[in-house]
């Protein structure tokens, strides 16, 4: 059974940091894409960032030079260090995994960034 398990989000002040951690198990396949998305309340989930398995990097406009995805592939790990948060960056962040043929969501880890 697959699981992405989520760590490192909570509540942190403006200019702070958090470093985001998921971690995935479950499948022998190899694992493609991983990324963050993000979900703020009365707002659509939105991609923060994705890495490919070569190590290729996206990230929205709203966050390129503050947040950083890596990724280790012997842990079928992936991170998101946060740097000068903002108050808009408050949402829930959901860790996202291609896997195989299918796509997986973690539980999502709150991230509140007060003014």
């Known amino acids: 059974q697959v699981q992405l398990v989520e760590s490192g989000g909570g509540l942190v002040q403006a200019g702070g940091s958090l470093r985001l951690s998921c971690v995935a198990s479950?499948?022998?396949?190899?694992?493609?894409?991983m990324g963050w998305y993000r979900q703020a309340p009365g707002k659509q989930r939105e991609l923060v960032a994705v890495?490919?398995?070569?190590?290729?990097?996206n990230y929205a406009d709203s966050v390129k030079g503050r947040f950083t995805i890596s990724r280790d592939n012997a842990k079928n790990s992936v991170y998101l260090e946060m740097n000068s948060l903002k108050p808009e960056d408050t949402a829930v962040y959901y860790c996202?995994?291609?896997?195989?043929?299918?796509?997986?969501w973690g539980q999502g880890t709150q991230v509140t960034v007060s003014s």
């Open positions: 996202n995994v291609d896997w195989g043929r299918y796509n997986y």
């Open positions: 890495i490919t398995s070569s190590g290729r990097t």
């Open positions: 479950g499948s022998r396949f190899a694992i493609n894409n």
